[in-house]
């Protein structure tokens, strides 16, 4: 097996040629095909992995998100609660409701 390079990179080319004919001999070299077939298996397993992950954040997400929704609509429903007129027996509803100020002040992050 003859290989020809520049002089400059001659050592490197033997030292390949040596290192090849060596694995040869002992009957250890790599399939190449193995790699091309064990690479995309790691990417796969990795990509797996990943998606599992996702999944499982998702999940979590959607459950937050559920939770959220319920809590608000509780609260709706207590605002509800509170502002209808039969809330609060015997006390007069002018008194249960704070007196909106006049003259363009706000009050909360409402404007």
């Known amino acids: ?3 020809r390079c520049g002089r400059a990179h001659q050592h490197l080319a033997e030292d390949f040629v040596r290192r090849l004919k060596a694995l040869h001999e002992a009957g250890t070299l790599p399939d190449p095909r193995d790699a091309q077939i064990a690479r995309p298996k790691a990417e796969i397993d990795a990509l ?3 998606a599992a992950r996702q999944s499982e954040a998702i999940e979590k997400l959607s459950e937050f ?3 959220a929704l319920f809590r ?3 609260q709706h ?3 509800i ?3 209808s007129p039969q ?3 015997g006390t007069p509803t002018g008194a249960r409701l704070a007196a ?4 363009g002040q706000t009050i909360g992050s409402c404007s």
């Open 72 to 74: 608000i609509a509780a």
């Open 100 to 103: 909106v100020p006049r003259g």
């Open 65 to 67: 998100k559920i939770l």
């Open 1 to 3: 097996m003859s290989v």
């Open 48 to 50: 797996r992995e990943r």
């Open 77 to 79: 429903e207590e605002i």
């Open 87 to 89: 809330a609060a027996t």
């Open 81 to 83: 609660r509170q502002r």
